[in-house]
Structure formats: structure tokens, C-alpha cells
């Protein structure tokens, strides 16, 4: 009989240890001082990717467009500024987009885009939730904490839903949820905002964004997710 219980034991530990073993990964990975330009700024990257961190220029667009997941441009000489996603860019304006380079310029702006390849997104600004409770959530680099913290600030629900798609005017110190495509969350920190100037206005920012091993073979999040810094 305690052989009988031994043989049982074991085979738990050897089933719960092959069950850890096969969960799909999921991992984060975080940039720092993300900057985007605004339509009048010729030196800055106007729209954001996340697989990669980067800020890609409008003339650097051409067979990356499905990658692109943010952007950033203003209105009415920097008195409205809109983060927003490629895909919702257009209904986010207040004036329209006739004068704005990122929408027009041909053949790289917005409008000569396959609407297939834009992507579009979500983002909700939480309540009571401060810079230095990102900054924690930042120094941890676990998707558990992230997942957490997401849910937590997200009424218990893992994904944004019936939220904007754009921000008009955010400001340094705002804390954001983001969620491009209804699968690849993020959790943004606006470091600093500059509506206009000399050489055009600009967003910095620092971001998390999350990436799972399912996803990679998912023709809506396989763009857009970091690749695994484990794997």
C-alpha cells in the first residue's frame, strides 16, 4: 500500500511538473524615452513600434506599416495633441486631417495605407494610478506583475473594452492601458509632452508591452508583440 501511495506521489510531481513545463510562454518587455513627432517635426519618428521599441519616420514607412501600432499628431497650432493608432487616426481629429502630412503625404501617408495592414487600439487612463506605481511595475520585469496590474486597473478584466481611441492632450505623468489589435496589451507613462515649437511638437514616453508564445502564429499580434528576451 505505501508503495502504491509512493507510485501516486510521484506521478503528481511528474504530471504538475509537465503541465509548468507545456504553458504557452508569455513574457515583457519594456522601452524607455519612446519619442514620436508630430506631422510638422522632420527629425523624430511619427509612429510607434512595439515590436522593436523604435519610432519610425513617415518616409520610412513602406512594408512595415502592419507593425506601426501609435502615433502622435496635432491641431490648430499644438492647442490639440492626439495619441491615437493608425487605424482610428482619422476620426480622432477635430479639424480633419486634410492638412496633416501624415494623413496626406503621398506615398507614405495614412490614407495610401492597405486599411488591412493599419492597426487599430485601445487606451484607458485608470484612476489613482501614479508614475511611481508604473515605475515599480517597470523595475519587475514579470508578466504575472503585469498582468496583475492591468487587470487590477482594468475593473478585473484582462482586455479593454468600450474605451477610446485616442488621447487628445495627454499630458506628462499620465498613465495609460493600451491594447492594439483587442490582443497585445501595454501599460504607457507619458515622461513628456511638447505641443509645438520651433521644429514641431513631440510625445515621450516610457512603455510595457506584453508578448505570448500563441501569438506568433496570430496574423493580428505576430507584428506587433516584442520577441521573447528568454527564448
Known amino acids: 500500500m505505501k508503495n502504491f501511495f509512493g507510485i501516486l506521489l510521484l506521478m503528481a510531481i511528474f504530471a504538475a511538473g509537465c503541465k509548468k513545463e507545456d504553458e504557452p510562454r508569455r513574457w515583457v518587455v519594456s522601452y524607455t524615452n519612446v519619442t514620436l513627432g508630430d506631422q510638422y517635426n522632420l527629425t523624430t519618428g511619427h509612429f510607434f513600434q512595439p515590436s522593436t521599441g523604435q519610432s519610425v519616420l513617415l518616409e520610412n514607412t513602406a512594408n512595415v506599416q502592419k507593425t506601426l501600432a501609435m502615433m502622435f499628431f496635432t491641431e490648430n497650432a499644438g492647442a490639440n495633441q492626439f495619441l491615437t493608432f493608425p487605424a482610428n487616426g482619422e476620426n480622432a481629429s477635430t479639424w480633419g486631417t486634410a492638412d496633416i502630412r501624415l494623413f496626406t503625404q503621398n506615398p507614405n501617408g495614412l490614407n495610401f495605407w492597405n486599411h488591412e495592414d493599419m492597426v487599430s487600439g485601445m487606451v484607458y487612463a485608470p484612476p489613482s494610478t501614479t508614475t511611481d506605481q508604473f515605475d515599480a511595475l517597470m523595475s519587475n520585469p514579470d508578466w504575472k506583475a503585469f498582468d496583475d496590474f492591468f487587470t487590477n486597473k482594468n475593473a478585473s ?13 495627454p499630458n506628462a505623468g499620465d498613465v495609460y492601458l493600451v491594447q492594439f ?16 515649437s520651433a521644429t514641431g511638437g513631440s510625445i515621450r514616453f516610457d512603455i510595457i508591452v506584453e508578448g505570448r508564445e500563441i501569438w506568433e502564429n496570430n496574423s493580428n499580434a505576430m507584428h506587433l508583440q516584442p520577441l521573447d528576451p528568454n527564448n
Open 157 to 169: 478584466s484582462q482586455n479593454l473594452e468600450f474605451k477610446a481611441h485616442y488621447r487628445l492632450r
Open 181 to 196: 489589435e483587442g490582443l497585445v496589451r501595454a501599460v504607457l507613462c507619458v515622461r513628456n509632452v511638447v505641443p509645438s
